[in-house]
């Protein structure tokens, strides 16, 4: 199982954020990710899963910011985004 969602937020853009299954090695981990892009203004993505912060992930208008984590599969998924 997977979570995902694509969204078209009021400051412009596209967000997409969820979760998938990562594997390292034999290990299964939930993968947390915030991809956003802007083609008009500098914007960031992040996410916090474990209570382990991403950092602000910054690009330039027209690229996309990219943002993800994993912990273990128990974890809540908390993805963000945002234009500075």
């Not at 990562?22 to 939930?30: L, R």
């Not at 993505?45 to 027209?62: E, K, L, Q």
Request: proline residues 1%.
């Amino acid at each position: 199982m997977t979570e995902s969602s694509c969204v078209y937020p009021a400051e412009g853009g596209e967000w997409c954020f969820g979760w998938n299954f990562k594997f390292v090695g034999t290990a299964e981990y939930k993968n947390c990710y915030s991809n956003y892009y802007n083609g008009t203004k500098t914007h960031y993505a992040s996410v916090i899963i474990d209570d382990s912060f991403s950092g602000r992930y910054y690009a330039s208008a027209g690229q996309w910011a990219d943002s993800s984590l994993a912990a273990g599969l128990a974890y809540t998924c908390y993805s963000y985004h945002g234009t500075s």
